[in-house]
């Protein structure tokens, strides 16, 4: 597939809706995901796919996608699915713990093209709504 017809880079973000159901605000919410978002950019910047999503040509096209963790379903056990799949296709990704209480809260995928090795994990989550 050429570039000019690839599909376009996104970074998935997933939280856990039960921080949210917990009283957990839009303020911390927003904080761990941008902690999650930087862990994953320095973790795979050495990927041509985060070189790209992050250079100066398309800071203005960069996408996220914000999803909650499926019901019953922790974001622990989602990075346990991440870790399993064995696809090369499959980005990096970095869980982010909260400290001092060591409580997960985000979940960062690195910048895709949404292969179907990753679909299938992350067609189980919602997006979020505000």
């Not at 957990?24 to 910047?45: I, Y």
Request: with cysteine; glycine share 2%; aromatic share 4%.
């Amino acid at each position: 597939m050429s570039s000019s017809t690839a599909l376009p880079l996104v970074m998935q973000l997933i939280v856990d809706r039960d921080l949210i159901k917990s009283g957990w605000t839009m303020g911390p919410m927003m904080a761990q995901a941008a902690h999650a978002t930087a862990a994953v950019l320095v973790q795979s910047m050495g990927r041509p796919d985060t070189q790209a999503y992050v250079s100066a040509e398309n800071l203005p096209n960069m996408h996220k996608i914000v999803l909650q963790a499926p019901k019953n379903v922790s974001l622990t056990e989602l990075a346990a699915q991440l870790a399993a799949e064995t696809h090369d296709e499959m980005p990096p990704y970095y869980l982010w713990h909260e400290q001092p209480e060591n409580i997960p809260t985000c979940l960062a995928v690195a910048p895709n093209r949404k292969p179907e090795c990753l679909k299938a994990i992350l067609n189980k989550c919602t997006l979020l709504r505000a």
